[in-house]
């Protein structure tokens, strides 16, 4: 009788410790995903948190400007303003003004990019008189700064297809973002050049602060920054990265960074032939082929 009940306890047993392992391995799994949910929602408030703190920061400043300037103007009857005083602290104001509707403009434009409700205005675009005006708005900030700007464009740069705001928008946020975090004394160079295929490869490249690739993934998440939570050297809203790649990949194009600390960045955009661009559409048509959500904005690519 023993023999026949040996066999049968066992079997017993082992069902028995199949079903604590598989409980076990359950409860894990639970724990496991219960613990990076926690991380997950902790990453993204701490995120929220920077952002707020940052925009906070970004729209009182020019807000204070416009405030205290306009403030000191109205008071102009009690307190004689000389012409001069007045015309500066209008353009004083004017400048301040045009800095928040540009922080504005961009928490509106990721919003509308991360919604896919992004739109182009799409037609043939000569890339160098875009290269050549973005330069030029950029010169006095260089100079400013003690910054030297220079540019290297191929006479032979083909036309590309695209929206030429927007790609003006791609090339201000890269040279701007390049001065910005490049000290006096250094450079920044623009380079233009055709392509065997027919399309453009533009490369911004300065002798800036540079960054690390762990850094270079934050700049380009949107809503992050480089140093958030520090004093940071040069200010910004960290949208100038993610809106430039969301751009260069609705105009089926693609945008590649390349940088060190210590030793300056190099951002890379390289787009189509006007012949092959899929993904652009003509007047106000969306792109379809290539969503910047779930290509590219939300991953972990300075502003």
């Known amino acids: 009788m023993s023999g026949t009940a040996g066999p049968g306890k066992q079997n017993s047993l082992i069902s028995e410790y199949s079903s604590l392992l598989a409980e076990s391995v359950l409860r894990h799994k639970a724990w496991f995903a219960e613990h990076t949910a926690r991380i997950e929602t902790a990453l ?10 940052n925009m906070s920061h970004e729209l009182r400043t020019p807000l204070n400007t416009i405030i205290g300037f306009a403030k000191l103007l109205g008071e102009h009857e009690k307190r004689r303003l000389k ?10 104001i004017r400048d301040a003004a045009t800095h928040l509707l540009a922080i504005i403009n961009d928490i509106l434009d990721i919003s509308k990019i991360q919604s896919g409700k992004y739109t182009l205005d799409a037609r043939e675009v000569d890339l160098d008189e875009i290269l050549q005006v973005s330069l030029s708005s950029f010169k006095p900030a260089a100079l400013e700064v003690q910054v030297r700007l220079e540019s290297h464009i191929d006479p032979a740069l083909p036309a590309v297809r695209g929206d030429p705001a927007k790609l003006r928008k791609v090339f201000g946020n890269l040279i701007g973002n390049a001065i910005r975090f490049t000290p006096p004394g250094g450079t920044v160079s623009v380079e233009a050049r055709a392509t065997e295929q027919g399309g ?16 270079i993934a934050v700049a380009l998440s949107p809503f992050a920054q480089v140093d958030a939570g520090r004093a940071r050297w040069r200010e910004g809203t960290g949208l100038g990265l993610p809106i430039a ?40 048509g969306t792109s379809n082929d290539r969503n910047p959500r779930s290509d590219g904005i939300l991953e972990s690519t300075r502003s």
């Open 44 to 53: 993204a408030s701490k995120v929220k948190s920077e952002f707020i703190a």
């Open 83 to 92: 012409e001069n005083e007045i015309v500066d602290y209008a353009d004083l």
């Open 200 to 215: 453009a490869t533009v490369c911004v490249r300065d002798t800036g602060l540079g960054m690390s690739s762990e850094e």
């Open 245 to 284: 790649k969301a751009l260069v990949q609705l105009h089926g194009g693609r945008l590649d960074i390349r940088s060190a600390r210590s030793r300056g960045t190099e951002v890379t955009v390289a787009l189509p032939s006007r012949f092959e661009v899929s993904g652009v559409h003509d007047r106000a």
